[in-house]
């Protein structure tokens, strides 16, 4: 996430990006270094072991998912989204303790949509 957004504030470093690159791109919000330096904030206020989780991915047996079952099915669960999320529609702005702008808000979950593209991540978890 933090390179995607680095990469986006740097016109510089787009300029060495293949055309299927910067159409990637072309989906993000322009960032600024404010952008990258309070997602550097939350970052640092995230514990992996902890409730403020970026994002948990876990393997279930015997799963079955659109009625087809499979032996293993992967999971992930973005705890980090939910927070954006809640931030936006609270109004407060802060993720992980961190008072964020709510355009930075936005922008993050224009990111992890990116990365995740092929997910709902408004659900409560994504299957993989």
Known sequence: MLDLIELSADAGKQKKLNKSQRALLANLTEFDAKTKSNLEAIFDKIDINGEN???DFTVLRG???GGEKY??????RLPLYKMIEEALSTGDHK????KVRK???E???MCLNVIFSDHDLS???SYL
């Open 53 to 55: 989780k970026a994002v």
């Open 63 to 65: 799963h079955s998912i």
């Open 71 to 76: 032996n293993r099915v992967g999971v992930a």
């Open 95 to 98: 993720v992980a303790g961190v």
């Open 103 to 105: 355009k930075d808000l």
């Open 107 to 109: 922008a993050y979950l």
């Open 123 to 125: 659900s409560r978890q």
